[in-house]
């Protein structure tokens, strides 16, 4: 014997799928420049080899949900670069994130946007003399 069950609602207090809905798309928003800090991590992406002065700037892409994203730190070159990314809202914050490497960045990034505050990252494999290796960037900055 198999006993089905349906359960219906006529009310208007089901999901609210427009949660998270905004009134700009996430690349206007994020336009700006974000100064701050670069830390620089070793290849065990924990020893810090030290923090400079930077500044992350993004604009809106040729298309929707895309910015370029530029990166500039003039002690390490190697965080310095242009790259395109994709743009999401997640709730009241912004997502930021590419998946192919694109640009003369050369890397995919990974950042979020919260209250106007910026925390980039991503991987690098650079040469150091004869050694090549993968150090790990982050920035954290203001607009």
């Not at 949900?65 to 002690?75: A, D, L, R």
């Not at 004869?130 to 954290?140: A, S, V």
Request: proline share 1%; glycine share 10%.
């Amino acid at each position: 014997m198999a006993m089905c069950t349906f359960v219906t609602s006529c009310g208007d207090d089901d999901i609210d799928w427009n949660r998270g809905t905004h009134a700009n798309r996430p690349e206007t928003t994020a336009v700006g420049t974000y100064s701050g800090t670069w830390e620089v991590f070793g290849e065990d992406g924990v020893t810090s080899e030290g923090t400079f002065n930077g500044s992350v700037s993004i604009a809106a892409g040729s298309s929707a949900y895309i910015v370029n994203v530029t990166t500039v730190c003039s002690e390490v070159t190697a965080a310095s670069g242009e790259t395109a990314a994709n743009i999401a809202w997640s709730n009241d914050d912004l997502k930021v994130f590419s998946t192919v490497k694109n640009g003369t960045l050369e890397t995919m990034i990974n950042a979020e946007i919260v209250s106007g505050n910026l925390n980039l990252k991503f991987s690098k494999t650079v040469r150091e003399g004869r050694k090549t290796m993968t150090k790990f960037y982050q920035f954290k900055g203001r607009k």
